[in-house]
């Protein structure tokens, strides 16, 4: 009788099966919390806000009244 085909190896010598990567939003997520990017993220988050702040209403409190 000719071997069978198929799995190959007994079950003790396979490889364990693999994880799956993870998906774009844990990645980014850990991008953004990553201690060496503290920097960046806050000085593009201060930016936003300084930008929606001027974009609004509430930057006319700014314009000096002649």
């Not at 980014?28 to 503290?38: K, W």
């Amino acid at each position: 009788m000719a071997p069978k085909r198929g799995s190959g190896a007994p079950p003790a010598i396979r490889a364990p099966p693999q994880r799956s990567q993870p998906s774009v939003f844990t990645q980014t997520y850990r991008f953004l919390t990553n201690s060496e990017n503290a920097s960046v993220v806050r000085a593009v988050a201060v930016f936003g806000a300084a930008a929606a702040f001027l974009h609004s209403s509430l930057a006319e409190n700014l314009v000096p009244a002649f």
